[in-house]
């Protein structure tokens, strides 16, 4: 599976747009892209996925590149529930896939 | 409701002593994989299963063994050979949706060896 970069942690007024970038350099042609995310103990929780073209569902937008080494997940209007580890995560969909995590994004929405 | 149930929340074992993480769900996935989480730190793959009876280790399989006996069930054994045991354990199902896979989580098993 491909490695992705995220940084460490980020900070966003809650009301406004948080953009959560990913790099993923070295993703091949069938790999797709993941969101996940991880409120303080609890399990992570998926957010989105998508392969080339933008991607927008109740919770969050997901904005990949045309070349497909970056992405953003953006969540439009930023709570405190928001608050949590924020995880991209690239795979191939396929009977043998391991579903790996990096170490993710901290996003500290505040007041 | 369906989902993926982690028991029990909390475990308290003590050192040499082997002690066996639940984890049962109800969606009919597949898939099916165990994680550790320590302090600070992303997901580490333990074991995963693609189907019944079949299993595949992780990068840090050493210390730990499973089984998938039914579809349901994948229990984890944290063996005494496990140097460090004391983490966050997480166990995920997954199901292909479309052409993607979403992964669903259980609310893990904090594991304390004292």
């Known amino acids: 599976d491909a490695k992705t970069t995220q940084p460490t942690s980020m900070d966003c007024a809650e009301g406004r747009a948080a953009n959560l970038p990913c790099n993923h350099s070295?993703?091949?042609?069938?790999?797709?892209v993941y969101w996940y995310r991880q409120i303080h103990s609890q399990g992570p929780q998926y957010i989105i996925h998508?392969?080339?073209n933008n991607e927008t569902n109740e919770m969050a937008s997901l904005i990949i590149t045309e070349d497909r080494k970056s992405s953003t997940l953006i969540l439009p209007h930023a709570t405190l529930r928001d608050t949590a580890v924020y995880y991209c995560?690239?795979?191939?969909?396929?009977?043998?896939?391991?579903?790996?995590f990096g170490t993710g994004t901290r996003l500290q929405v505040f007041p | 409701d369906g989902g993926i149930t982690q028991s029990p929340k909390y475990l308290f074992r003590k050192e040499g002593q082997n002690v066996t993480l639940s984890c049962e769900q109800n969606?009919?996935?597949?898939?099916m994989y165990w994680y550790r989480q320590d302090p600070g730190q992303g997901l580490r793959l333990i074991y995963y299963?693609?189907?019944?009876?079949?299993?595949q280790k992780g990068d840090i399989a050493e210390g730990y063994s499973v089984s998938r006996e039914k579809k349901e069930s994948f229990p984890l054994t944290v063996t005494s050979a496990q140097k460090n045991p004391t983490a966050f354990y997480l166990c995920?199902?997954?199901?292909?949706?479309?052409?993607?896979?979403?992964?669903?989580f259980g609310q893990g098993t904090r594991l304390t060896v004292v």
């Open positions: 995920a199902s997954s199901i292909e949706v479309g052409r993607g896979t979403e992964a669903f």
């Open positions: 070295t993703i091949s042609g069938n790999e797709y």
């Open positions: 998508g392969l080339k």
């Open positions: 995560i690239v795979r191939v969909p396929a009977r043998t896939d391991k579903l790996i």
């Open positions: 969606l009919n996935h597949d898939a």
């Open positions: 299963s693609q189907i019944v009876n079949d299993f």
